[in-house]
């Protein structure tokens, strides 16, 4: 089928899509919910030839990590999906209204984007968050993932079309293109005839690929060259926890922690006691001057790590004269991600919540938690670091627009 095809009938679905009510979407979800747990035995088997085909290819272990599906792992995809039943339905809401002078009503309310175009690399979840949070949302969606998830990403899209059979709504609410060519994903940024909005999920190449030379509007997710600050006021024992946590927890995600930055009135005690912590993971730290004097396991950072993205178990360390040199460097290098300081002055924690510009930004917490379901959103497509026509996580309410709907009586201009 070409993507043309693809197209074609994504725009049939959405006009019922965009009619279908609450209750008939929520059971379609319930169906794709219920049908990936009992289909978790040949998701994992069709899984498994992409973890072999990563570890033939050196895959990193955290990048196997992010490919990697269980039991466990479906069981909480599935509950993710049951989780945006139970979220309001974004669609039809009024958002405002007036009665101009020659009498007639106009009402703002929310509507579907319509058909959404999603691309994006080795994380098969991604099929079905994105897939329900359309569904939910009143939109028709394209799906072209990665090679390196080909085999999972089939069988999930077959299991939730297979489920959509026994609902109101009609398969091509949800369409993969199986076909991981670099033409198909050219071919997808050039489909605005039938595609409404564009969002990429991955890494710089891609998400710079796709801004760059799509023609469909796009809504940019980011590369999370995520920092953590620790401030001269600091607990440390709290700083520890939260380095260890951001950086280690899952490294393959755009929400952990990539560069450190701690004040110089801490870094002797801060660095030894984040350093001996991360040891139990084996981090490679990546230090300036003053780190690696401190520390004599610590690298030499070049140039180009400030601004890398690890998504392993690395992470880049300077050490700071104060909260001033710390915000500037993460407004030269940051990515508008998720950024954390660790302080107890509420000064300090002020002045970094208004003047560093990201997505997210944290007093005394984990960059992990920038993620959907934590946000309360079921789940989510990715997390925007533009600020046209969202920023953060994606979840129901960014998939939609606005109408404006007149009500007259004969009015005439």
């Known amino acids: 089928m070409t993507l043309k095809n693809m197209g074609q009938q994504a725009v049939v679905a959405k006009r019922t899509l965009a009619t279908a009510t609450t209750s008939q979407k929520n059971n379609a979800l319930q169906a794709i919910a219920d049908a990936l747990r009992n289909n978790a035995d040949i998701i994992i088997k069709e899984n498994k030839k992409d973890l072999d085909n990563g570890i033939n290819a050196g895959f990193t272990k955290a990048l196997l990590d992010r490919l990697s599906l269980d039991k466990d792992r479906i069981g909480a995809i599935a509950s993710s999906v049951e989780d945006i039943i139970s ?3 974004p669609v039809g809401k009024t958002i405002g209204g007036t009665v101009n002078s020659s009498g007639m009503k106009i009402v703002k309310v929310s509507a579907p984007l319509g058909v959404i175009a999603v691309i994006y690399e080795a994380r098969p979840n991604v099929t079905a968050d994105a897939a329900a949070l359309c569904l939910k949302s009143g939109n028709a969606v394209i799906l072209r993932g990665g090679k390196e998830a080909i085999n999972s990403n089939k069988i999930i899209a077959s299991v939730m079309r297979e489920a959509l059979l026994k609902t109101d709504l009609p398969q091509d609410c949800i369409q993969l293109v199986e076909d991981t060519s670099r033409q ?10 039938y595609v409404d909005v564009l969002i990429p999920r991955g890494g710089a190449g891609l998400i710079k690929s796709v801004v760059e030379n799509s023609t469909v509007p796009v809504i940019e997710t980011g590369v999370g060259n995520c920092h953590t600050y620790v401030d001269s006021d600091a607990d440390i024992g709290m700083a520890v926890d939260i380095v260890y946590n951001a950086k280690t927890s899952r490294p393959s995600v755009c929400n952990a922690c990539e560069t450190l930055l701690i004040h110089k009135d801490v870094a ?3 660095l030894i006691a984040i350093s001996e912590k991360l040891k139990e993971k084996s981090v490679i730290i990546r230090g300036d001057e003053v780190t690696c004097a401190i520390l004599p396991n610590a690298v030499p950072a070049s140039v180009e790590d400030w601004d890398k993205e690890y998504l392993d178990y690395e992470i880049a360390c300077k050490v700071v004269s104060d909260i001033d040199e710390a915000i500037d460097h993460i407004t030269k290098h940051g990515t508008g991600h998720s ?7 509420y000064h300090s924690s002020q002045r970094f919540l208004n003047e560093v510009d990201a997505a997210a930004v944290y007093v005394n917490a984990s960059t992990r938690f920038t993620d959907g379901g934590e946000f309360g959103f079921g789940a989510e497509i990715g997390i925007s670091t533009q600020k046209l026509h969202t920023r953060g996580p994606i979840g129901l309410p960014e998939l939609t ?8 009586n004969g009015q005439i201009r």
Do not use: P, W
């Open 87 to 89: 979220l309001q339905d």
């Open 184 to 193: 198909t994903a050219k071919e997808l940024m050039k489909l605005s005839e």
């Open 268 to 270: 002797q005690f801060a």
């Open 339 to 345: 950024e954390c300081i660790v302080t107890d002055s």
């Open 401 to 408: 627009t606005v109408k404006y709907t007149i009500y007259g």
